[in-house]
């Protein structure tokens, strides 16, 4: 299990991600998405409008590479930015069959999502109080290296 | 100069953008900083904690690969965000002569900065009516393909 269950309640809370993406000669596009928490497979799926024809899709289709943040300000001064950083395997998948869209998929999607599988995550000011050096952490296959958080 | 004034006005009323970069291994991260638009050099202008140190200021002075966005959502129901994507060459300063951030920089940034130079923007629902096709705008060197923003 990737995520705390803060880092769960502050997903859901979170209307918008941004996934990052990089094209088959190296460069890289960073694109504002909808997402959901899929409990089932342990991902984020990422469904948009004409999602099979864009880029992005392609782009994971071709290499799997993504990262993927959600993010807000909880003060402003101090600043005090919170942060869930998702970086893992991307999947394009044209028909999913187990997505958190499947079943209640807003008009106009057409049905395909980006899957995002974390190996690793990143998070500050959501682990802990606001502004404590306590609130990061760092799950998944570099726990062991020191924080590189940004 | 790569910006309408309806971009430059919505850059300039947005706190946080968000970044992607490239490790040199080809893993990508995204991350939500704080940035200027420098109408000197007319590139957006990054700076952090500990920006000189991070991560993404040494992969971006290792391979120069960036993307930046901004958005925000003008409405939830419709569904309308509102995006500013820069892609581009990426330079890592320590030290900056001619940034935004020199002569004001806010305490705690070590004078660092990331440097985005435009070489396609990509902008929807900012040049033109929320939801009208219109509002879309695609700047830089692809600007005679076709039109693919997400």
Redesign the interface.
């Known amino acids: 299990m990737p995520f705390t269950d803060a880092e769960l309640t502050y997903l859901s809370g979170q ?2 991600g ?5 094209h088959p000669d ?7 998405v ?1 997402f959901r928490y899929n409990s089932g497979t342990g991902t984020i799926d990422i469904a ?3 999602m099979s024809r ?3 899709f392609r782009n994971v289709a071709a ?1 799997g ?5 959600i ?1 807000d ?1 909880a003060s ?1 001064d101090p ?1 005090q ?1 919170r ?1 869930l ?1 998702i ?1 893992g395997h991307g999947e394009a998948i044209a028909e999913p069959a187990d997505s958190a869209y499947a079943a209640t998929a ?1 008009a106009g999607l057409d049905g395909a999502i980006i899957r995002v599988r974390p190996e690793r995550v990143i998070s500050f000011n959501i682990n802990g109080p606001v502004g404590d050096p306590t609130s990061r952490r760092v799950h998944g296959r570099d726990y062991a290296q020191p924080l ?1 958080t ?1």
């Open positions: 209307l918008l941004r996934l990052a993406t990089s190296g460069t890289l596009q960073v694109n504002p909808g948009g409008h004409g864009s880029r992005k290499n590479r993504v990262a993927f943040v993010d300000l402003v600043w930015p942060m950083e970086r807003p590189e940004s």
